[in-house]
């Protein structure tokens, strides 16, 4: 298998949100039954157009923890 950067990587996740297969918003979030963290497409209003965008507000909010 390849080593991919972390560049490659976000750009990946990038691409997959552009095509917007439901909203093309995406959000950082833990899970409401506690199975840990989920980055993905949604239409919840706390969304962003970008998964960088998203990965960085989660970054920022756990600071304030």
Same mark, same amino acid.
């Given at each position: 298998?390849?080593?991919?950067?972390? =560049?490659?990587?976000?750009? $990946?996740?990038?691409?997959?949100?552009? #095509?917007?297969?439901? =909203?093309?918003?995406?959000? $950082?979030?833990?899970?409401?039954?506690? #199975?840990?963290?989920r980055l993905h497409e949604t239409s919840d209003k706390l969304s962003f157009p970008t998964v960088r965008q998203a990965i960085l507000s989660a970054i920022e909010d756990s600071r304030d923890i």
């Amino acid at each position: 298998m390849r080593n991919y950067t972390d =560049t490659e990587l976000i750009e $990946f996740l990038e691409e997959q949100n552009k #095509k917007s297969k439901y =909203t093309g918003k995406c959000v $950082f979030r833990w899970s409401n039954t506690g #199975k840990g963290w989920r980055l993905h497409e949604t239409s919840d209003k706390l969304s962003f157009p970008t998964v960088r965008q998203a990965i960085l507000s989660a970054i920022e909010d756990s600071r304030d923890i």
